[in-house]
């Protein structure tokens, strides 16, 4: 149980384009997911805090209008790189947080790796 | 600004060596997680660990937090090629937030 996926695994994209990433939680309800993105060799850093029928919540030096995020349903968030460029490219990794029956632990999904030529 | 500060960065050791990560701070937690990462996946969690001085096993993996609930420790016994990854520690950030911050992670490398 607890299995968070992600699509698309991979993309590549031009400068100036949108890129749309989905995070789900395929066997439990999440009211909250959160995305990271990891460059080569670093940690994870926290982007925002997605929750489930509200506006998502951005860490300091995160653009929102350029990382937008939707949590439409207790199993999907999703976030869109608005107008793309080469310094967006990095990992992406999500993560949904479970209830009370998975300790409210934190479950990740396998991440996108997203490049923009 | 609570840091979780790991160390070793980098560790290159020979298949059945023991080795050590650590992971401290000068904040307290209620909690601290220790993560796995092999590259292009996410990372997996391997333990939690709640009370101060508290040990908990899975196989040759060993983690330990302290009396103080400020650091972590990860052993591993034997290592095999298998085990070779990006460990993570993460801690929740203060203030009842769920908000989880990492450390910089410890590359192993276990060579065969």
């Known amino acids: 149980g607890a299995v968070v996926s992600q699509h698309p695994s991979w993309v590549i994209c031009k400068s100036g384009t949108s890129v749309k990433i989905e995070c789900r939680s395929l066997?439990?309800?999440?009211?909250?997911m959160f995305w990271y993105r990891q460059f080569p060799k670093q940690s994870l850093m926290l982007m925002a805090t997605?929750?489930?029928?509200?506006?998502?919540?951005?860490e300091q030096g995160v653009e929102k209008d350029k990382f937008l995020i939707n949590h439409a349903s207790l199993t999907l968030s999703t976030l869109t790189v608005t107008s793309a460029h080469p310094e967006d490219s990095s990992f992406y990794i999500c993560?949904?947080?479970?209830?009370?029956?998975?300790?409210?632990?934190?479950?990740f999904g396998p991440g996108t790796r997203l490049t923009v030529t | 600004t609570q840091l979780l500060e790991q160390s070793p960065q980098f560790l290159s050791i020979q298949e059945g060596e023991n080795l050590t990560v650590y992971c401290n701070s000068s904040?307290?937690?209620?909690?601290l997680q220790w993560y796995r990462q092999e590259p292009g996946e996410g990372p997996v969690l391997l333990v939690t660990?709640?009370?101060?001085?508290e040990v908990k096993k899975l196989k040759r993996l060993t983690f330990q937090f302290g009396d103080a609930r400020k650091d972590s420790s990860l052993h591993i016994t034997a290592a095999q090629p298998g085990d070779t990854g990006l460990y993570l520690c993460?801690?929740?950030?203060?203030?009842?937030?769920?908000?989880?911050?990492f450390g910089k992670g410890t590359k192993l490398t276990v060579n065969p």
């Open positions: 993560s949904a947080r479970g209830d009370r029956s998975q300790s409210y632990e934190q479950y």
């Open positions: 066997d439990f309800q999440a009211t909250t």
């Open positions: 997605s929750n489930e029928g509200s506006k998502a919540t951005y």
């Open positions: 904040s307290v937690f209620s909690s």
């Open positions: 660990v709640v009370t101060g001085g």
């Open positions: 993460a801690a929740k950030a203060q203030g009842g937030s769920e908000k989880l911050v």
